[in-house]
């Protein structure tokens, strides 16, 4: 499906910020891995793609859109949110298993109606592009519509999405279980065929979590990995104790909870496994081997009491880490939010995360991962133009940190802390206009 044609070629002036490789997790001299370029004009060619930067205004032929005083990224990539759940988001009082039977289930229910379904994608997609996130790992539910209307309204939109129908055949609502594991093989075979690849659309097989599948289904899923190898893996994996003693029960013979899908073939370079608290040095060889990444979802960890994931842990094993929101678990799909919980985290357990690790997890760090760093998440040239426009500080307070900031890091490390939504002005897909502050006010 082809995208939306973008306008002329235009350029954006502004205080340009991105990665060119990943900087060392803790430390707050990134070297040469940081790129800033203060007042600089990034170039966006017909296509949508940036063409380069440069100090000198452009000629003529471009159209001039002047951010001065402005902080301009690389679009946010979340590695892990919930399409439905921005239904449940922010509900008191439940850890984890009970959090799924309580809020998330009961919601998901509703997503068996295409009506519902395609609202809800069609809310959810906006309010990612609201937040300055223009591209998203996303469980939608185990519904077919539910995967197809988050397809249909991404490709509306030009964006980078990757997504699938969840699989579950056991442990939930009888409305939310596959009715065998042939038919889940169908519906998951026809989706991947119509929208695998499509436009910037991906397919992603999607075990729930190794309790609500039974380990036929688990191992039709890995069938499908090994099958295509193109095809991303998505699951969530060692969230909370009890979801961690519960799996050891339903798999005795697994050695651990990563285990269940290693497996199964589930780990694999495009595997993505949410969360990730509760793995031990094994678990991190064997992420390391496989290729797949962590999505941390620091604001979701802390809100369902889940635990403490160990960043500097997985980084000295080489375990590919990014940032996600895990909404509606996580309370907000700001990436500065969450990132802000990230830096708590890792001070509860003794490390400091620089806001270079967390900016570079959450854009070039997560495209990496997933195998998309010639598409989305730097300004390299040639690359979509999938940029946001921020605003440095909105309001006294913020204002008032960042006239004293000492120094880059200092700077942007506050910008961080202190902004969210609010601070974002607009928003490009693939060079086309997607988001604007003054189009919503």
Same mark, same amino acid.
């Given at each position: 499906?082809?995208?939306?044609?973008?306008? /002329?070629?235009? $350029? &954006?002036? !502004?205080?340009?910020?991105?990665?060119?490789?990943?900087?060392?997790?803790?430390?707050?001299?990134?070297?040469?891995? &940081?790129?800033?370029?203060?007042?600089?004009?990034?170039?966006?060619?017909?296509?949508?793609?940036?063409?380069?930067?440069?100090? /000198?205004?452009?000629?003529?032929?471009?159209?001039?859109?002047?951010?001065?005083?402005?902080?301009?990224?690389? =679009?946010? @990539?979340?590695?892990?949110?919930? %399409?439905?759940?921005?239904?449940? @988001?922010?509900?008191?009082?439940?850890?984890?298993?009970?959090?799924?039977?309580?809020?998330?289930?009961?919601?998901?229910?509703?997503?068996?109606?295409?009506?519902?379904?395609?609202? =809800?994608?069609?809310?959810?997609? +906006?309010?990612?592009?609201?937040?300055?996130?223009?591209?998203?790992?996303?469980?939608?539910?185990?519904?077919?519509?539910?995967?197809?209307?988050?397809?249909?309204?991404?490709?509306?939109?030009?964006?980078?999405?990757?997504?699938?129908?969840?699989?579950?055949?056991?442990?939930?609502?009888?409305?939310?279980?596959?009715?065998?594991? %042939?038919?889940?093989?169908?519906? *998951?075979?026809?989706? @991947?065929?119509?929208?695998?690849?499509?436009?910037?659309?991906?397919?992603?097989?999607?075990?729930?979590?190794?309790?609500?599948?039974?380990? $036929?289904?688990?191992?039709?899923?890995? %069938?499908? *990995?090994?099958?295509?190898?193109?095809?991303?893996?998505?699951?969530?994996?060692?969230?909370?104790?009890?979801?961690?003693?519960?799996?050891?029960?339903?798999?005795?013979?697994?050695?651990?909870?990563?285990?269940?899908?290693?497996?199964?073939?589930?780990?694999?370079?495009?595997?993505?496994?949410?969360?990730?608290?509760?793995?031990?040095?094994? +678990?991190? $060889?064997?992420?390391?081997?496989?290729?797949?990444? @962590?999505?941390?979802?620091?604001?979701?960890?802390?809100? &369902?009491?889940?635990?403490?994931?160990?960043?500097?842990?997985?980084?000295?094993?080489?375990?590919?880490?990014?940032?996600?929101?895990?909404?509606?678990? !996580?309370?907000?799909?700001?990436?500065?939010?969450?990132?802000?919980?990230?830096?708590?985290?890792?001070?509860?357990?003794?490390?400091?995360?620089?806001?270079?690790?967390?900016?570079?997890? %959450?854009?070039?760090?997560?495209?990496?991962?997933?195998?998309?760093?010639?598409?989305?998440?730097?300004?390299?040239?040639?690359?979509?133009?999938?940029? *946001?426009?921020?605003?440095?500080?909105? =309001?006294?307070?913020?204002?008032?940190?960042?006239?004293?900031?000492?120094?880059?890091?200092?700077?942007?490390?506050?910008?961080?802390?202190?902004?969210?939504?609010?601070?974002?002005?607009?928003?490009?897909?693939?060079?086309?206009?997607?988001?604007?502050?003054?189009?919503?006010?």
């Amino acid at each position: 499906m082809p995208l939306a044609t973008p306008p /002329e070629k235009f $350029a &954006l002036r !502004g205080d340009l910020l991105d990665f060119t490789a990943a900087p060392a997790w803790g430390e707050i001299d990134p070297g040469s891995a &940081l790129r800033f370029q203060p007042d600089h004009w990034l170039l966006v060619d017909e296509r949508g793609r940036i063409q380069g930067t440069q100090a /000198e205004a452009p000629d003529a032929s471009w159209r001039q859109i002047d951010h001065s005083g402005r902080l301009i990224l690389p =679009g946010f @990539i979340d590695t892990h949110v919930h %399409a439905p759940q921005l239904d449940v @988001i922010a509900s008191y009082g439940a850890e984890l298993l009970d959090w799924l039977n309580t809020y998330t289930f009961p919601a998901e229910c509703r997503y068996a109606d295409p009506a519902v379904a395609r609202a =809800g994608a069609e809310r959810f997609l +906006d309010a990612l592009l609201a937040h300055g996130t223009t591209a998203a790992v996303v469980f939608a539910t185990v519904h077919k519509v539910s995967a197809e209307a988050l397809f249909e309204a991404a490709a509306q939109r030009g964006m980078r999405l990757i997504t699938g129908k969840v699989l579950m055949d056991r442990n939930a609502p009888a409305a939310l279980l596959d009715a065998d594991v %042939a038919s889940a093989e169908r519906d *998951c075979v026809d989706l @991947i065929s119509r929208w695998h690849g499509v436009g910037r659309l991906a397919y992603a097989v999607t075990p729930r979590f190794a309790p609500t599948s039974t380990p $036929a289904q688990l191992a039709m899923a890995g %069938a499908l *990995c090994r099958a295509d190898a193109s095809l991303y893996m998505q699951t969530h994996v060692a969230e909370n104790r009890a979801e961690v003693a519960w799996v050891s029960e339903l798999f005795p013979d697994a050695r651990s909870y990563l285990d269940v899908y290693a497996r199964e073939g589930l780990l694999h370079p495009r595997a993505v496994l949410a969360h990730g608290v509760w793995l031990d040095d094994a +678990d991190r $060889a064997v992420l390391k081997a496989s290729g797949a990444q @962590i999505a941390f979802s620091p604001s979701s960890n802390l809100f &369902l009491g889940s635990g403490l994931f160990d960043w500097a842990a997985a980084a000295q094993a080489g375990v590919a880490v990014s940032v996600a929101s895990d909404v509606g678990g !996580g309370s907000s799909l700001s990436m500065q939010r969450n990132l802000l919980d990230g830096y708590k985290v890792q001070a509860l357990a003794g490390q400091r995360m620089s806001a270079w690790a967390g900016l570079h997890a %959450a854009t070039r760090g997560a495209a990496e991962a997933l195998g998309l760093v010639d598409e989305i998440g730097h300004f390299g040239a040639g690359t979509l133009a999938d940029v *946001c426009v921020w605003d440095w500080a909105v =309001g006294p307070v913020a204002t008032a940190r960042a006239e004293v900031a000492r120094g880059l890091h200092e700077r942007v490390f506050a910008w961080m802390g202190l902004s969210d939504e609010r601070n974002l002005h607009s928003a490009y897909v693939a060079g086309v206009p997607k988001y604007s502050r003054s189009s919503t006010a």
